[in-house]
């Protein structure tokens, strides 16, 4: 489903995110990507969804070549892709329920559909009683709780999590990676980014990265 080919990532004449970076991760795997902070860890995810490109190597996702995409491509790639970052980049100005509802609105789907799939979504993630709720009124783990269930919303075929409990106590980080190995069990492919040790599974697949480069990798 995603394949590094010989991948290398450079911002600058001294600056190299990724170094021949080559791997393979299977339909329906949940593997963890682990390594310190600036070891390439966004880089990688960012390829996968197109948001950065390689400078040298190949990235394959669902048969599509990343470094071929054109922009028009782009959102079709991302339909498939279920998104979630550190910084939760909810809109204050509107309920939980409507952040949630945003991405199937975009796409085209009815209001009456769209609600309906969001309720079931906050449902998956504990927070349904919370929809008529605004962001800000909710804890750093509810709000990313609310940003999982609106990368999930469009029943995605991989989720990308990038550092989802950075900053988040432990009963709060323990909630988020429950919710994202229950998707994992119905078939959707997981990759998850940690510089936390301590919520390694430990018989899960995990790739290592360290200034950059591939380590090694345990099952």
Same mark, same amino acid.
């Given at each position: 489903?995603?394949?590094?080919?010989?991948?290398?990532?450079?911002?600058?004449?001294?600056?190299?995110?990724?170094?021949?970076?080559?791997?393979?991760?299977?339909?329906?795997?949940?593997?963890?990507?682990?390594?310190?902070?600036?070891?390439? @860890?966004?880089? #990688? +995810?960012?390829?996968?969804? /197109?948001?950065?490109?390689?400078? $040298? %190597?190949?990235?394959?996702?669902?048969?599509?070549?990343?470094?071929?995409?054109?922009?028009?491509?782009?959102?079709?790639?991302?339909?498939?892709?279920?998104?979630?970052?550190?910084?939760?980049?909810?809109?204050?100005?509107?309920?939980?329920?409507?952040?949630?509802?945003?991405?199937?609105?975009?796409?085209?789907?009815?209001?009456?559909?769209?609600?309906?799939?969001?309720?079931?979504?906050?449902? @998956?993630?504990? #927070? +349904?009683?919370?929809?008529? /709720?605004?962001?800000?009124?909710? $804890? %750093?783990?509810?709000?990313?709780?609310?940003?999982?269930?609106?990368?999930?919303?469009?029943?995605?075929?991989?989720?990308?999590?990038?550092?989802?409990?950075?900053?988040?106590?432990?009963?709060?980080?323990?909630?988020?990676?429950?919710?994202?190995?229950?998707?994992?069990?119905?078939?959707?492919?997981?990759?998850?980014?940690?510089?936390?040790?301590?919520?390694?599974?430990?018989?899960?697949?995990?790739?290592?990265?360290?200034?950059?480069?591939?380590? /090694?990798?345990?099952?």
């Amino acid at each position: 489903m995603i394949e590094f080919h010989d991948v290398s990532k450079q911002y600058a004449a001294d600056t190299t995110a990724l170094r021949a970076v080559t791997l393979t991760i299977n339909k329906g795997e949940l593997v963890y990507l682990a390594g310190p902070s600036g070891a390439g @860890k966004s880089t #990688l +995810l960012k390829m996968i969804a /197109a948001m950065e490109r390689p400078t $040298s %190597g190949k990235v394959t996702v669902n048969g599509t070549d990343i470094g071929k995409l054109k922009s028009a491509g782009v959102p079709f790639l991302r339909r498939n892709l279920g998104l979630i970052f550190q910084q939760q980049r909810l809109l204050t100005d509107r309920t939980v329920l409507a952040n949630v509802m945003m991405p199937m609105l975009v796409t085209g789907l009815s209001r009456a559909q769209a609600e309906e799939r969001a309720r079931a979504a906050l449902d @998956k993630v504990g #927070l +349904l009683a919370r929809a008529n /709720a605004q962001p800000m009124a909710l $804890s %750093g783990g509810e709000q990313q709780r609310v940003s999982i269930a609106r990368a999930i919303v469009n029943r995605p075929q991989i989720i990308l999590a990038d550092e989802p409990t950075a900053n988040l106590d432990r009963d709060s980080a323990n909630q988020i990676f429950d919710a994202l190995r229950a998707f994992n069990k119905v078939g959707v492919t997981c990759l998850i980014s940690t510089h936390d040790e301590h919520v390694l599974d430990s018989g899960a697949r995990v790739i290592r990265l360290v200034q950059g480069q591939l380590q /090694a990798e345990a099952a």
